[in-house]
């Protein structure tokens, strides 16, 4: 079915801890009604003028020309500070330039709306909400759908070229057999995969449990903390906590120290489930503790080696060696803040065909919880999500790399493997920029012809 345009999903707020992506779209104090047992029929609520005023305002506000400050509450600007909000607003004009108009304002409730904001080349969807009381500033303000009038994947993937660094993405229609490739840019070369080398680590446990020696209701102690991103590492020490929790918060939020826990729980058939799954370049798994250890200047000796050492054998026999000296170096947070650090050595490495496998198996071996697991944050906005009867996701980021993966079924019943992934030694990538892209891709395969 053909479209005058296509819809890519964009969120007002994209959070990167340091090594997973998790798109947070964020509203903030919207009101929400309470829902009656017997409601009556909806009535279209008027909008506030103030809320008229501050939408006609939003313009010369992604224009640059606005006053910031005084157009957001101070909640709004404490969540999204002045530079976050230029680096999201560049990134949606570089590709829709500038804005030019509120075409609709249709009031949610007096102080909020949904909007359609038209761009040069298409036009954007957006929520926004006001506060009640003067001076009325913007409290939530999410842009939900932009539609690019004319897009195709071949459109996409030059977008994706143009990158400053290295792209890769694979497209692959899913079956009874192995992976078929739609369009993709060096499908077969390796990446930095930042977190998504977790859906390896969920599909030994989905493994384990199919095959009787564990049940996802079985409880273990939480292991040693990691660094953030999640939760866990400021559980108490050992606290108990059932395998699907931690598989959860794994593959959810990105939990480090959740994952490392099933890292060490699964040991060496982590190992040889990645390379019996077709990436062999993953192992021997690194916990997320380890990869830090390793890559702070305390151990850059141990860091050479790891890169001159390429044989599995002989990297593991080097964790061995070193289990004491790497669980006890102190790691800093802050030295994943700023440049890149060791991403062409030091990394989960896995190319979008191997993360496509990855998919395949999760979707035929995998079971019904793996999979109700990986819709849990499904990556993309809700306008979006719901193009698919389905979605399952797993994102993964650290300074220089940002890798998105989607597992999804359409509403013909067709299942899809969309992996994509930026990565550049010299500077950050733009996380929010790649976002965009990936959803085009999304909005474009949601009703795209395939190969039978």
Known sequence: MARPANRAGFSMEVRFDMRSLALLALILAVPHPVGAQTAPPPVAPAADPSLTARSRELIAVVAGS??????????????????????????????????????????????????????????????????????????????????????????????????????????????????????????????PLGSAFKLWVL??????????????????????????????????????????????LMISISDNTATDTLVSLEGEQLDRFVTQTGAPGLAPV???????????????????????????????????????RLRTTPVDPVMFAGT????????????????????????KEGGETALSLLAVNPGIDPNTRAEFDYVGFKGGSEPGVVTLNFLVKRKDGRWLAIAGGWHRGDAGVEEARFTMLMTRALVLLAEAPLPN
């Not at 409730?109 to 003067?134: K, W, Y």
């Not at 390793?294 to 080097?318: F, G, I, M, Y």
């Not at 060791?342 to 496509?356: C, G, M, Q, R, V």
């Open 66 to 191: 606005g006053d910031f400050n005084g157009y957001f509450a101070p909640n709004f600007r404490a969540a999204i500070p002045k530079e976050k909000w230029d680096a999201v607003v560049a990134s949606m004009t570089g590709q829709m330039g500038k804005p030019l108009a509120i075409d609709r304002l249709a009031p949610v409730t007096p102080f909020s709306a949904n909007l359609r904001v038209r761009f040069e080349r298409g036009v954007v969807n957006a929520q926004i909400a006001i506060d009640p009381a003067p001076p009325h500033q913007v409290v939530g303000l999410l842009f939900t759908g932009p539609e690019m009038a004319g897009d195709t994947l071949d459109k996409l993937t030059a977008d994706l070229r143009s990158l400053p660094g290295t792209t890769g993405l694979g497209i692959y229609a899913l079956g009874e057999d192995a992976p078929r490739l739609i369009a993709g840019i060096a499908p077969d070369n390796t990446l």
């Open 203 to 248: 599909g030994e446990l989905a493994r384990e449990v199919r095959a009787g020696d564990r049940k996802w209701s079985d409880v273990v102690p939480i292991g040693p903390a990691s660094l953030p991103s999640g939760i866990t590492q400021n559980w108490p020490p050992g606290s108990p906590v059932t395998i699907q929790t931690l598989a959860t």
């Open 286 to 324: 690194l916990t997320t503790r380890q990869m830090f250890a390793l890559k702070s200047p305390a151990n850059a000796d141990l860091a050479s080696q790891w890169a001159t050492s390429l044989e599995p054998s002989v990297r593991r026999k080097l964790l061995d060696t070193n289990a004491a």
């Open 340 to 363: 890149p650090a060791k991403i062409d050595t030091l990394e989960w490495f896995a190319s979008p065909t191997d993360t496509a496998r990855m998919f395949d198996w999760l979707r």
